[in-house]
């Protein structure tokens, strides 16, 4: 086995992976920079109402989300820390925007509960499958595409723009954006945001299903 990589099997794929065993690459730099300015957001967002520069810093954060898979990449730094860190890192990010923008902004209840209690059942599924396979799930690309609309419609939201035309299909308070009051474009991007994120939970929970109906078939390889 060489030194610093990790060997396994993809069932899904039937190939097999190498990941770095390396923590301080840039990308997992970059990854920890965007955790850390999620307790600034919140400061200048809930805290003080300054909404203009919460925006800039959320902007920045979710903009930095799309940078360190590239950078991973680029620089063949992959690491297996930086595989779990990073949608470690995107679920807190949403988990703090839906919190604070629900705080401030009075998105609907719904909306927070559905984002929060997917990512807790994605939590249980991650750590079901680390404890009974020794593996993480391989992120999809509706899963990172939902993350994108997610993240995007809670940069529109803090900053309330830009905002559309009410669709004037349904007037309630639990669904911004159908009524006839302009609202932000955010509310759009969250309404499919939610949709998708509930469809890759059904794909990992899918994925979960298989694995462990084929866990004899596809055993946990050795290091030896």
Same mark, same amino acid.
């Given at each position: ?9 993809? @069932?899904?794929?039937?190939?097999? /992976? ?7 690459? #840039? ?8 955790? $850390?300015?999620?307790?600034?957001? #919140? ?8 909404? !203009? ?5 959320? &902007? ?10 590239? &950078? ?12 779990? *860190?990073? !949608? ?19 998105? !609907? ?22 404890? /009974? ?10 899963? /990172? ?13 803090? *900053?309330? #723009?830009?905002?559309? @035309? ?8 639990? *669904? !911004? ?6 609202? @932000? ?9 939610? $949709?998708?994120? #509930? ?7 899918? /994925? ?10 596809? @055993? ?5």
């Amino acid at each position: 086995m060489i030194a610093g990589t990790h060997r396994k099997i993809d @069932p899904e794929r039937g190939q097999r /992976k190498s990941l770095g065993a390396d923590i301080f690459t #840039w990308a997992n730099l970059i990854s920890l920079i965007r955790l $850390l300015l999620l307790p600034v957001f #919140w400061v200048l967002f809930v805290g003080y109402g300054n909404y !203009p520069m919460a925006f800039l810093v959320i &902007v920045i954060a979710a903009l930095s989300d799309m940078l360190d898979g590239q &950078v991973a990449r680029a620089t063949h730094t992959v690491s297996r820390l930086g595989q779990q *860190l990073d !949608p470690l890192v995107d679920r807190i990010f949403i988990l703090i925007a839906v919190i604070a923008v629900f705080i401030v902004r009075h998105i !609907p209840l719904w909306m927070l509960l559905l984002l929060v209690l997917r990512d807790a059942l994605l939590l249980v599924l991650t750590v079901y499958q680390k404890l /009974k396979f020794g593996r993480d799930f391989q992120v999809v690309f509706l899963g /990172k595409l939902t993350t994108v609309l997610v993240m995007s419609g809670f940069c529109s939201l803090v *900053l309330f #723009w830009p905002v559309l @035309p009410g669709a004037q299909l349904l007037d309630t308070p639990a *669904l !911004p954006g159908l009524g006839t009051d302009p609202q @932000p474009l955010g509310f759009w991007l969250i309404y499919v945001g939610i $949709l998708f994120s #509930w469809i890759t939970a059904a794909v990992y929970v899918v /994925k979960c299903t298989r694995r462990n109906l084929s866990a004899e078939e596809y @055993p946990e390889p050795s290091d030896a």
